[in-house]
């Protein structure tokens, strides 16, 4: 058994005095960690200042941090780089020598510090990361990430670190495109807008007029023409087995952002006005494709021309809604060493307005939001960005004049150029930087397939989703009640029929006891028993279908509502993506539930 030396609490206390940073508490491998009671030491590795400049910084000396070329990956498959160690040097002001053993088995000793670590947490008025979760602005994980790992962060603006009010914004943008189909002759009086027609993760298909939703297969599973929902019946002839493909874009248009917000919302509406015949007949031999390049091409106007941008930067208070605890979150990041990146497609001016409206007054010191950043990069052209290089430009005045230029700096502000040229004039490559953004395509695929970046997916939408998630317990627990009641009277009429059929060509049914049976009771039990699954049906389709409005799916390693979330979290935390089982899995489950027996 290794040698390990015990803390008594009062030296721990002395101990804990040199640092302000207990999140390595939560170190989920074997290496140093540190509880109320226990010390367990290995052999140190750099010294750690905190990631302060200073090196009277608070537990400068007490720790050290696990290099780049020191680490090594853990159970999980993580990168233990950024794990903080304890300076055994240190100890020696103690008295300590760290030749003491732990006491007892770890299973014991680790509820014990579970429950003294919760306590703690809850003295400090600090939420857990497990409570956390268990929230609307939890932060949630699809694959394993530890960002103690991450070097760098890299940021979208728009619906990222900016959030917009959309009735507001995409209103205004929805009004500006409906202004340009009527000088162009379109019909659109008595059309307003309604942003709860529809939401992003839904594929507009262009050929049929077509709002869909389709299942992770790509199958659609619910669909709506026009404004007008599909009965499920019209979906399953109208699609039959055809798969949703992205890859074909000349039908199928992926709504990736809450900037597609105003643009469906508007083709919607104006496919009922297609399908009325009100169009003007002057404007051409219009489809639904045809119809879909001209709403675009209104949107399009509205932004190019400006007039939609010059008047949020002129009253950003109507259009921004802000969050004081986003600029803390992200200096939190900075100090913690990760360098902080912006990469944003918008222009040099607005990027540069919003970031002050939204950035500055929440940010001590008389920071502005410059100082946050390590890298801003404006006019990024996004997805291209992250897949082959532009020229490079750094911006050099207040008022925007550029320059060409070839070598980044830090805190350099620059527009275009490429991911690459972020990897290089940093030195961070790969896995080493986390991009978050809240553009499923744009943002969170790209970067991930080209770069093997990881990912963090913002979606504000997720908080109004998690409190129908709660509403809708009640009614979910009443259709899994339900589909199971339906499984087992299937089952029994499945065998019934089993054992009919078998009659029919004159063999024994399964057992005896179904063998047995007369004409007339097989006959009536199955009767019954397909009556009762009819009415089942009846109440189940409903609620299903009530039940499948509330949910969209997400793709990224982790995913939250906002980027404050962060703050909750610390940027040392280790997130844990929940088991994923097979199906066979929920056998285990069974077997619990009825004590463990099972027969083969």
């Known amino acids: 058994m290794p040698n390990l030396t015990i803390l008594s609490w009062p030296n721990l206390q002395s101990l804990a005095m040199a640092t302000t940073n207990l999140q390595f508490l939560q170190n989920p491998f074997p290496r140093p960690t540190f509880s109320s009671k226990y010390l367990v030491m290995r052999a140190p590795k750099m ?17 050290s941090l696990t290099s780049s070329s020191k680490c090594d990956v853990d159970y999980l498959g993580e990168s233990t780089k950024g794990d903080l160690n304890i300076n055994l040097k240190h100890l020696e002001n103690f008295g300590l020598d760290g030749q003491a053993t732990l006491e007892g088995p770890i299973e014991q000793v680790a509820r014990l510090e579970a429950e003294e670590a ?49 009735m507001a914004w995409e209103g205004r943008a929805y009004d500006y495109c409906m202004e340009n189909l009527k000088s162009m002759g379109f019909p659109v009086e008595g059309l307003a807008f309604d942003p709860d027609l529809v939401i992003r993760g839904l594929v507009i298909d262009k050929e049929k007029g077509n709002l869909v939703k389709a299942d992770r297969f790509g199958y659609v599973k619910r669909a709506m023409h026009g404004t007008k929902m599909l009965s499920t019946r019209a979906v399953s002839e109208m699609y039959g087995r055809e798969l949703v493909d992205l890859r074909k874009e ?12 105003s643009e469906a919302v508007a083709y919607m509406q104006m496919v009922d006005r297609l399908d009325d015949g009100v169009i003007p007949a002057d404007l051409g031999p219009l489809d639904y494709k045809g119809l879909y390049k001209a709403v675009g091409k209104a949107l399009f106007r509205a932004h190019v021309e400006g007039q939609l941008k010059s008047e949020i930067m002129s009253k950003p208070e109507l259009f921004v809604e802000p969050d004081p605890e986003l600029p803390l979150a992200l ?71 550029m320059r060409p230029c070839f070598k980044t700096h830090t805190g350099g502000l620059y527009s ?6 972020v990897e290089n004039s940093l030195n961070i490559h790969g896995d080493e930087i986390l991009y978050v953004g809240d553009h499923i395509y744009t943002d969170v695929s790209q970067s991930k397939v080209h770069l093997r970046w990881r990912t963090a997916l913002i979606c504000r939408e997720l908080e109004e989703e998690y409190r129908a998630l709660i509403h809708s317990r009640g009614p979910r627990a009443t259709v899994v009640e339900l589909i199971n009641q339906k499984e087992v009277v299937g089952d029994l009429f499945n065998q019934l029929r089993l054992a009919l059929q078998r009659r029919t060509e004159g063999r024994p049914a399964q057992t005896l006891a ?7 009771e097989l006959t009536e039990s199955m ?19 009530a039940d499948g409005e509330l949910f969209n799916k997400r793709y990224a390693d982790i995913y939250t509502s906002r980027v404050s979330n962060f703050l909750n979290y610390t940027p040392f935390m280790y997130f844990r993506s929940q088991e994923q089982t097979l199906a066979h899995d929920t056998y285990s489950h069974y077997c619990s539930e009825h004590n463990g027996s099972s027969t083969n």
């Not at 939420?127 to 960002?147: E, H, V, Y």
């Not at 940010?363 to 946050?372: E, V």
């Not at 275009?416 to 040229?421: I, N």
């Open 331 to 401: 200096l939190d990041q900075k100090e913690a060493g990760k360098k902080l990146l912006l990469i944003t497609n918008s222009d040099y001016h607005y990027t540069d307005k919003m970031m002050q409206h939204s950035f500055n007054r929440f940010l001590p010191n008389d920071m502005g939001w410059r100082d946050l950043f390590d890298m801003v990069i404006v006019s990024a052209r996004k997805p291209e960005f992250f897949q082959m290089s532009h020229p490079l430009y750094e911006v050099v005045t207040g008022e925007g004049l």
């Open 47 to 63: 010294v750690f200042k905190c990631g302060c400049s200073s090196s009277s910084s608070v537990g400068g000396d007490a720790f």
């Open 416 to 421: 275009g150029g490429s991911a690459q040229m």
């Open 527 to 545: 009767q019954k028993l397909l009556i009762v699954m009819q009415r089942l049906d009846e109440k189940i389709a409903p609620l299903l279908e």
């Open 514 to 520: 179904a063998t047995n049976m007369d004409d007339q």
């Open 118 to 166: 919760g306590s703690l947490l809850r003295d400090l008025g600090i939420p857990s990361p497990s409570a956390a979760r268990l929230s609307p602005r939890g932060i949630f994980c699809t694959r394993t990430l530890n960002l103690r790992s991450i070097s760098a962060i890299g940021y979208d603006m728009d619906y990222t670190l900016i959030h917009y009010n959309v």
């Open 250 to 261: 000349s039908q199928w248009e992926f709504l990736n952002t809450l900037f597609s917000v």
